[in-house]
């Protein structure tokens, strides 16, 4: 009776609850893709923020984002390989890692002369201990990754992926926004803050 006497009866009662309930569940429906879709925007937006920052400009003097980490940027010249085994040797010394000197120095040789063949523009060379793992890397403009191939036994060049596979515990190339990256890492086990503190 109460329902009549605002002009509802029973079964149109039913069809507003239902128009009601189905209009909550399109509510919700579009809440939760504007969810998701806000959701997946700000991971790639993330990502590609991420992707599209360099490491640290090519030409930008040496720099240190923390006390183990180095980086240097590298002239196109064949005096750079050289140049580039110098700073490691001597930063490793610097960290107390002496006893990764010549496997590092040898890896680094291989990438710097890699990308001074097969590349062009600046380079980038840096290195970075984390977690008990040294990290070095080379950055060039060239976003082609390398390339293994058949060498001759009696072959002057060409082992460096090869110097790779045997020496490092990992290595591998990324892609960044002004090329890529060579990279490869050795287990290391740093010194304490105090014995750094102490050597120095």
């Not at 720099?63 to 750079?80: F, H, I, Y």
């Not at 992926?161 to 591998?172: F, K, Q, S």
């Amino acid at each position: 009776m109460a329902f009549q006497a605002i002009g509802l009866t029973a079964a149109p009662r039913r069809g507003l609850i239902a128009r009601l309930c189905r209009r909550r569940q399109e509510e919700q429906e579009e809440s939760g893709r504007k969810a998701a879709f806000t959701s997946w925007f700000a991971r790639h937006q993330a990502l590609w923020s991420r992707t599209l920052a360099p490491v640290r400009p090519f030409d930008a003097p040496r720099g240190r984002a923390t006390d183990w980490d180095a980086s240097w940027p590298l002239p196109r010249e064949l005096t750079s390989v050289r140049r580039g085994r110098r700073l490691v040797t001597a930063q490793l010394g610097d960290w107390g890692l002496h006893d990764l000197a010549d496997t590092a120095e040898l890896l680094v040789s291989e990438l710097v002369t890699n990308a001074l063949c097969h590349t062009r523009g600046p380079l980038r060379l840096n290195l970075q201990v984390r977690d008990s793992r040294l990290r070095c890397e080379v950055e060039d403009t060239d976003p082609t990754g390398p390339v293994r191939r058949v060498v001759d036994a009696d072959a002057e060049g060409g082992r460096g992926i090869d110097l790779l596979d045997l020496l490092a515990e990992a290595w591998g190339s990324t892609s960044t926004a002004t090329g890529k990256t060579m990279w490869f890492q050795l287990p290391a086990k740093a010194p304490s803050p105090q014995e750094s503190a102490a050597s120095d």
